[in-house]
Nanobody
Framework: QVQVVESGGGLVQAGGSLRLSCGVS????????LTWYRQAPGNRRELVAS???????NYGDAVKGRFTISGDNAKNTWYLQMDNLEPEDTDVYYC??????????????WGQGTQVTVSA
């Protein structure tokens, strides 16, 4: 059983910072890619950032220059550092992980999301 769990969300004032964490636990052999998305109820899912096994990262246009994705493969934990937050960043943030487990390739596994609220 492999689980993906996000944490670190909360309420912050505009201009502030938060760091989200995404932990992948269970019988994990490798995480080949990790992606952060955000989505509010009724809205379209938006790419925030992604990182591959080699460390190459990619960012959505709305967060470039403000957010940074990083990871610790040894701990199977990835982070999204969010700086200079804006009210428009308010959303539920999800991470998904492309996982190979001891039993074989599992594909993409989603977490339950963490709420980020930025007040003006």
């Amino acid at each position: 059983q492999v689980q993906v769990v996000e944490s670190g969300g909360g309420l912050v004032q505009a201009g502030g910072s938060l760091r989200l964490s995404c932990g992948v636990s269970g019988s994990v052999l490798s995480v080949d890619a990790l992606t952060w998305y955000r989505q509010a109820p009724g809205n379209r899912r938006e790419l925030v950032a992604s990182i591959g096994k080699g460390g190459r990262s990619n960012y959505g246009d709305a967060v470039k220059g403000r957010f940074t994705i990083s990871g610790d493969n040894a701990k199977n934990t990835w982070y999204l550092q969010m700086d200079n937050l804006e009210p428009e960043d308010t959303d539920v943030y999800y991470c998904d992980a492309e996982v190979t487990a001891i039993g074989g390739y599992l594909g993409v596994i989603w977490g339950q999301g963490t709420q980020v609220t930025v007040s003006a």
